[in-house]
């Protein structure tokens, strides 16, 4: 690989999602083993996040036609503050309840602020196949939408079943709408292939 490709490659959104998914795995890794604490698993998860929007502004700059529309830079935006706003309500979240026990009211309102940020990430989906205005991009966001719920959903009914039958551990429901993102990638990665565009990030 000339320094070209290389080049050509620091700029691809596989390059940048592969690094998204390898941060993202080496600070769970060190937190499920308790090689870091809360506190420091909290700090690391800013690299994953600053790759993810890399790989998001690196995705919004290749649309089917070479240029970026305005509702994939809206998009981007409202990713960006919905993301921005998870990072932070769950960082407050974890300050709280480190150090105090307060009444049960305050703790449904502290474990639901993250949800509403998730939330807000789909809302911004759904609001760019409402105004993608090219029909080629907006069936291709479709389809990667379809193609993660179905993963989601597929994991969500195996594992279920799994547990269920004492084969796997109990796992926390919001790793599911982890894996519906996950399930955007793969679906991004499929309209590439089969497409020649990406979709949406």
């Known amino acids: 690989m000339n320094a070209q490709q290389k080049a050509g490659f620091t700029k691809s959104v596989p390059f940048w999602t592969g690094l998204t998914f390898a941060a993202f795995g080496a600070v769970m890794g060190l937190a499920l083993t308790d090689a870091i604490n809360t506190s420091t698993t909290l700090i690391l998860m800013i690299v994953p996040a600053a790759l993810f929007f890399q790989a998001m502004r690196v995705a919004g700059n290749k649309s089917a036609c070479g240029a970026k529309g305005e509702a994939q830079r809206r998009y981007i935006k409202r990713v960006a503050i919905f993301s921005s706003a998870y990072l932070l309500v769950f960082a407050f979240q974890v300050m709280v309840l480190k150090d105090t026990d307060p009444p049960i009211a305050m703790r449904a309102g502290l474990a639901v602020l993250p949800g509403l940020a998730l939330i807000g990430i789909f809302w911004a989906i ?64 499929s309209n590439k292939i089969s497409y020649g565009s990406w979709g949406a990030l």
């Open 126 to 189: 759904g609001r760019l196949i409402i105004e993608e205005t090219d029909e080629f991009m907006r069936m291709l966001i479709v389809r990667q939408a379809l193609i993660a719920t179905a993963l989601a959903l597929s994991f969500a009914t195996i594992w279920g079943f799994l547990e269920a039958s004492n084969v796997v551990p109990h796992i926390d429901a919001y790793w599911f709408a982890v894996s519906w993102f996950f399930g955007q990638f793969v679906g991004a990665a």
